[in-house]
C-alpha cells in the first residue's frame, strides 16, 4: 500500500515540474513574439525618421543654390522617394543646367548630385 500512496505524490510532483516548464517556455515564446512586433512596428518609424532627416539637411544645402540664382527659379525641391531630395523644373539654358549640376555636386557630392536628372533646359518653341 505504501507504493501506491507514493505514485500520486510523484504524478503531482511530475505535474508542477511540467507546469513551471510550461509556464517558462510560454513567458519566452510571448517575450519573443512581443519583441518581433515591436521591431516590426519600429523599423519602418525609424526609417522614416532618417528618411526625414535625410531629405531636411540636404534641402537646407541645395536651397540657397536655388535661391541665389533667377536661372534656378524654374527648379523646385521635391522628396525623393528613398529619402533626400530630387530637384525638378527647368532652367533656361544648357550652361545654367551645368552650373546647377556643379553647384549641387559642391554642395552634396557627386552621388547626390545625379539627381538633377529631373531639371530640364526650357524649350524655346516658335510662337
Not at 54 to 68: C, G, T
Not at 91 to 110: H, I, M, N, Q
Request: aromatic content about 8%; some cysteine.
Amino acid at each position: 500500500m505504501s507504493e501506491a500512496t507514493h505514485k500520486p505524490a510523484r504524478m503531482g510532483c511530475l505535474w508542477s515540474i511540467l507546469l513551471v516548464f510550461v509556464g517558462f517556455l510560454a513567458g519566452f515564446v510571448l517575450a519573443v513574439v512581443i519583441g518581433a512586433i515591436g521591431f516590426w512596428l519600429s523599423n519602418p518609424v525609424g526609417d522614416q525618421v532618417a528618411q526625414r532627416s535625410q531629405y531636411e539637411l540636404e534641402r537646407d544645402d541645395v536651397a540657397p543654390i536655388l535661391a541665389k540664382d533667377p536661372a534656378f527659379k524654374g527648379v523646385e525641391i521635391g522628396r525623393y522617394y528613398t529619402g533626400g531630395i530630387v530637384l525638378m523644373g527647368h532652367v533656361p539654358t544648357e550652361t545654367d543646367l551645368t552650373r546647377l549640376r556643379s553647384a549641387v555636386s559642391k554642395a552634396l557630392g557627386d552621388r547626390l548630385a545625379s539627381r538633377v536628372i529631373g531639371v530640364q533646359v526650357e524649350s524655346k518653341a516658335p510662337r
